[in-house]
């Protein structure tokens, strides 16, 4: 009844009224259907009790399959290495590193996502000592303080580093006494070699030295030291153990499913806690495979190359690429087709009468016709992209967490999700609103074993956000509906308090700017009214883009784009309740400061603005 349809789609409905008289459904039952259908479901996932465990059991169960493909220097040719050629390259690099010395010490590694990375990380907490993974876009000096803060003992580094390690060696500042370049064959002044050295380790393997291959791992101590972004204060080290660690793969393996025949695209930075557990660590758990994206321009072609089944990203990817799919299809003329069809389509796929593929088969196969999972993190997807991508068959779902919770604490599934919310709370994890207002909203505390050891040598801010019974402030602002699904509002310290008492979440605000076209981020913040210092006006910092400005509107002027984005402001306004009017906007082309997961530093906009 809602869709003005045409004959093939007439065709479509006839097909399934025939299905459900055929199975004796009743259109009525749908949403009991789907909510019985959804209830309580868990994936099977096998039991591991550390990282050294789930890779030994992977590398027992997918052996010659492949944990990483490449590409190679002949044109459309692939190589892999193997889920058994991993294992031996850990295990090789382990029994090195515990022969030089470094048992138990804390072993830093930074590089560009690649292989190297994954095998130095996995040689270190499989046996080592304690992995130490920093940001590659740190400048050198916030570097070295850190590598000096963690008491590092060796590095791991890619070629782009060879300046500031050499730079710092020189100075003698730190405890480092390996540096142990990714890309050089042999040791040269004084670098060592990483192929190197897993060539040594192997020989002293053979040779019998079983000292890694035997170490015993304390799945409660600390084996992961991982630093903040840093978004509203200096750094914090986190403290993560392998329980911590392996607990969250569990978790993740009950709700959704990766296996043998999936391809996952890593883009998000590796030392980044959601990629590392997420991209790398569950996917070796599940054994499937990863390859590494060579850049934001080259990720529709790699996506098309390496036939990827799966991404996890933030909503800035998510959000570019769904704007440059619809605007192809209004190019071709098909968007109101399109639109109708997802309607219709996005309600049957709620009671499994799913043939989404089949009639977007040629957008699938614009996005390489393998692609089926998207998990979004880091911050809100726009509810239009989400919901969007999933009535084109395309299961996209958010998910939620910090560094201090292993990350994930909760995300949409294989079998329910609310477009808008990040999904149920993981099994192991027990979560309470507190100090709720008149809307239910409140501070998310969460308990469980995911939940980190503390912070290294930061007793005190421990104890701000860890009580005694083990529950963790994460410093959220949130609501569970009545069917139990997790919605965020933004961060507490964010929040825009006025005089009258009322809340503003910046982050719904600017989610709402962010959907005007030509608008590419946006930063919503609070100033004293010129007339009243104790009340605060809302105002925007919006970023543009020019060409887009262009294409759309035919405007190239700033005034006159700023006239543009005002009156749409305006519209916005209609909109909302009167507390929460935008009442400034200032227009920029210059993008906003962000961490290496693309959240705004928000003190930073602060002090420029």
């Known amino acids: 009844k809602e869709f003005d349809m045409d004959k093939e789609n007439i065709e479509i409905l006839k097909k399934i009224k025939k299905i459900f008289k055929e199975k004796g459904g009743d259109p009525e039952d749908l949403e009991i259907l789907t909510e019985v259908n959804a209830k309580k479901k868990l994936h099977k996932y096998r039991k591991i009790t550390d990282l050294k465990d789930m890779i030994n059991q992977s ?10 493909k490449y ?17 031996d390259e850990i295990n090789s690099l382990g029994t090195k590193l515990i022969d030089m010395g470094l048992k138990g010490k804390r072993i830093a590694v930074i590089s560009e996502n690649r292989y190297e990375w994954c095998l130095a990380y996995m040689a270190t907490v499989c046996g080592t000592g304690i992995v130490v993974p920093l940001d590659k876009l740190l400048p050198a000096n916030e570097l070295e303080s850190l590598i000096v803060r963690s008491g590092v003992e060796a590095i791991f580094y890619s070629s782009k580093y060879d300046e500031i390690m050499k ?4 100075r003698q500042t730190t405890d480092i006494r390996y540096y ?40 409660e101590a600390m084996s992961f030291m991982l630093f903040t972004s840093g978004t509203t204060a200096m750094s914090k080290a986190v403290m993560l153990s392998h329980k911590n660690i392996v607990t969250n793969l569990m978790d993740i393996a009950s709700v959704l499913n990766l296996d043998e025949n999936d391809t996952l695209l890593s883009f998000l930075p590796l030392h980044h806690t959601f990629e590392c557990t997420v991209g790398f660590l569950y996917v070796m758990y599940r054994g499937a495979s ?12 790699n996506i098309k190359e390496y036939q990827i089944t799966a991404m996890i990203s933030v909503p800035a990817l998510y959000e570019n690429m769904y704007k440059r799919l619809m605007k192809n299809i209004e190019k071709k003329g098909k968007l ?4 109708k069809l997802m309607k219709l389509t996005g309600m049957l796929s709620k009671v499994g009468i799913d043939f989404r593929k089949k009639i977007f088969k040629e957008i699938h196969d614009g996005l390489g016709g393998h692609l089926r999972l998207l998990v979004n993190g880091a911050a809100a997807l726009s509810a239009e992209v989400e919901k969007g991508f999933n009535d084109l068959g395309i299961k996209t779902v958010q998910g939620y967490g910090l560094t201090e919770t292993s990350p994930v604490i909760s995300a949409g599934t294989d079998f329910e999700q609310e477009i808008g919310s990040v999904g149920k709370v993981f099994p192991s994890v027990k979560l309470k609103i507190v100090n709720k207002d008149e809307n239910g909203i409140g501070e998310i505390h969460v308990k469980g074993p995911t939940v980190m050891l503390g912070y290294y040598q930061n007793e005190e801010a421990t104890k701000e956000v860890l009580d005694s019974k083990g529950w963790f402030n994460t410093g959220d602002l949130g609501y569970v509906d009545k069917k139990g699904f997790l919605f965020l509002c933004g961060r507490k310290k964010s929040v825009i308090v006025l005089k009258n008492g009322k809340n503003v979440f910046p982050e719904e605000l600017e989610t709402v700017i962010n959907r005007i076209d030509g608008v590419k ?7 004293p009214e010129e007339d009243d210092e104790i009340d605060l006006k809302i105002c925007a910092k919006i970023v543009y883009d020019k060409e887009t400005m262009k294409e759309i509107y035919g405007i190239e002027n700033e005034q006159e784009i700023s006239d543009m984005i005002w009156s749409k402001i305006k519209e916005i306004n209609k909109t909302m309740p009167s507390y929460k ?12 400061i962000k961490t290496t997961t693309q959240k705004i530093k928000r003190h930073e906009e602060m002090k420029k603005i």
């Open 59 to 68: 590398a027992q169960e997918f052996g010659d399959k492949p944990a990483f």
């Open 167 to 170: 730079d710092i060696k020189q």
């Open 521 to 527: 981020e946006s930063f919503v913040y609070g100033r």
């Open 336 to 339: 109101q087709e399109v639109e």
């Open 581 to 592: 009017y935008i009442k400034e906007i200032t227009i920029t082309e210059e993008e906003l």
């Open 71 to 87: 590409k190679t220097e002949t044109q459309g040719q692939f190589d892999a290495i193997t889920y058994k050629q991993f294992l």
């Open 290 to 301: 990863i390859a590494y994206c060579e850049g934001v321009r080259h990720i529709a072609n």
């Open 180 to 219: 142990i370049s990714m890309d050089l064959d042999k040791r040269q002044d004084g670098v060592y070699s990483q192929k190197e050295l897993v060539e040594k380790g192997k020989e002293l393997i053979d040779g019998g030295n079983r000292k890694f291959l035997d170490a015993e791992i304390d799945r």
